[in-house]
């Protein structure tokens, strides 16, 4: 019951603060838009504007914000490719990375470590278990929905989950 007092208050101040009325307009303001003629009250705006209007044109500074640093150069995109962190803009975009197979074995709990020529490591998480991978093998690694991985080698269609490790 106290919520709910407290609610229609905060309503009453705020419709109360923002009412816009005639009362709150001058009265040339009024004049002007009592007037019929589009041009004619377009004009008579226009007046007001530049009666009223201080000119501080030449106290306005335009400054843009700094940018923020960019990831200039590919070789970084694709070392951070698939880390957890928060991403730039340009990482987002960076969304597939090609590589090749260093070395491929499957561990104790049957799921792919692969290891790519750029020292990246790769685990399956799950996936398609017909997949097979060996050294020299071109792959495709992918950026998912949220935040997921998905690896294939070139010119096939099987695909598995996969998360790095290193």
Known sequence: MKFIKIIILVATIWASSNAVTAANLTHDLVQCANIKSEKQRLQCFDDYINK??????????????????????????????????????????????????????????????????????????????RAKFSEGDPIVITRGIMNSFKLKKVGTKRRIRVNRTL
Not at 75 to 82: D, K, P, T, Y
């Open 52 to 129: 009223y209007s201080t000119e501080i044109a030449g106290d306005i500074t335009i400054v843009s914000e700094p940018k923020a640093t960019e990831i200039e150069d590919k070789a970084e995109l694709v070392s951070s490719f698939g880390q957890a962190h928060r991403y730039s803009n340009q990482e987002r975009e960076f969304d597939e990375m090609t590589s090749t197979v260093k070395f491929a074995r499957k561990n104790l709990h049957k799921k792919w470590e692969i290891e790519l020529e750029n020292g990246q490591v790769w685990v399956e998480k799950g996936g398609d278990k």
